[in-house]
Nanobody, 115 residues
Framework: QVQLVESGGDLVQAGGSLRLSCAAS????????IAWYRQAPGQQRELVAT???????NLADFVRGRFTVSRDNAKRIVNLQMNSLQSAATATYYC?????????WGQGTRVTVSS
């Protein structure tokens, strides 16, 4: 199966920006939807954004207008651009896809927003 590796997590001040990347080990052409989730300490994992093969994006209400997602099937990468970061964005961010009813996750990348 295609493995996902996230990168780009860092410590950033409130109001700053970060770009997270999700790099795939193989072709993602067969993956209909790739999603970004996040999990804050002591919290449940929550959906942040999804992007389909055609590049159509859905964003959670709490990030709409500040985050964007892009997908490059040829480069096998999905990016999450996060702007105007707030402390509530502190979490580990995971890349995810489902194929044949099996969920695949990356190892996550840590984002910390200092106020």
């Amino acid at each position: 199966q295609v493995q996902l590796v996230e990168s780009g997590g860092d410590l950033v001040q409130a109001g700053g920006s970060l770009r997270l990347s999700c790099a795939a080990s193989g072709s993602i052409n067969q993956i209909a939807v790739i999603a970004w989730y996040r999990q804050a300490p002591g919290q449940q994992r929550e959906l942040v954004a999804t992007v389909n093969r055609a590049g159509n994006v859905n964003l959670a209400d709490f990030v709409r207008g500040r985050f964007t997602v892009s997908r490059d099937n040829a480069k096998r990468i999905v990016n999450l651009q996060m702007n105007s970061l707030q402390s509530a964005a502190t979490a580990t961010y995971y890349c995810h896809y489902r194929l044949s009813s099996v969920d695949y996750w990356g190892q996550g990348t840590r984002v910390t927003v200092s106020s």
